[in-house]
């Protein structure tokens, strides 16, 4: 059975300092990788995804992930963190064969002043 | 350009009354569809997807169902809420390619 996880509730850093936020996967199959954020009472945003190519891949708001698949991880960074940044950030995964998109856990960042 | 649409935003209602949210998307066709559930502002659940005008998968067995009597609308029901119900739901499409989710606003949802 696939599945994602991510082993920190919460991410603390200081502004303008890097950030990174982990997710590892386990699924038997070609994963597809996402990270969502959600605000406070909203539903969630798209960040980025990975399906083929390019292990490093870029999304919005100056997020990236890396891909690795000896590792099975799909860890967000940014280099500059934003106290705007802060949030509850979820990964998922779904294998290529599959409709279902499974999320993990969700960790919480927050960036301060 | 493609919009979901999920209402109520917040739904109050009394243990063993029925339940019915809607979802719509706008701007695309054949979607598929998602209903998902959030307790306590974590993990999320996924209740039901549909890929097609009467096709609902269930994942989780329990006091809630799912219609899709038209292409880009999606219903979640419950003949009696139970306290257990409470959470926020939320509706999700994607396009046929099985790409990205693409969330609506959600229903915070309070049963007592």
């Known amino acids: 059975a696939q599945s994602v996880a991510q082993p920190e509730d919460q991410v603390n850093v200081a502004e303008g300092n890097p950030l990174t936020v982990k997710c590892t996967y386990s699924?038997?199959?070609?994963?597809?990788l996402f990270w969502y954020v959600q605000y406070p009472n909203r539903g969630l945003q798209f960040l980025l995804k990975?399906?083929?190519?390019?292990?490093l891949v870029k999304g919005s708001y100056g997020f990236e992930a890396e891909f690795n698949k000896s590792q099975t991880s799909f860890h967000l960074k940014k280099p500059s963190a934003l106290v705007s940044d802060s949030a509850l950030y979820f990964c998922?995964?779904?294998?290529?064969?599959?409709?279902?998109?499974?999320f993990g856990s969700g960790t919480r960042l927050l960036v301060r002043p | 350009s493609q919009t979901i649409h999920q209402w109520p935003a917040t739904l109050v209602q009394p243990v063993g009354s029925p339940l019915s949210l809607e979802c719509t998307v706008e701007?695309?066709?054949?979607?598929?569809l998602y209903w998902y559930r959030q307790a306590a502002g974590r993990g999320l659940q996924l209740l039901f997807y549909?890929?097609?005008?009467?096709?609902i998968s269930s994942e989780v067995p329990q006091n809630l169902s799912a219609s899709r009597p038209q292409d880009r609308q999606f219903i979640l029901s419950s003949k009696k809420l139970l306290l257990s119900d409470s959470g926020f739901y939320l509706c999700?499409?994607?396009?046929?390619?099985?790409?990205?989710?693409?969330f609506g606003s959600g229903t915070q949802l309070s049963v007592l």
């Open positions: 999700a499409w994607s396009d046929q390619g099985g790409g990205e989710l693409f």
């Open positions: 699924v038997s199959g070609n994963p597809y």
């Open positions: 990975y399906i083929t190519g390019d292990n």
């Open positions: 998922a995964v779904r294998v290529d064969s599959s409709y279902k998109l499974i």
């Open positions: 701007g695309t066709s054949n979607p598929n």
């Open positions: 549909s890929v097609g005008i009467g096709q």
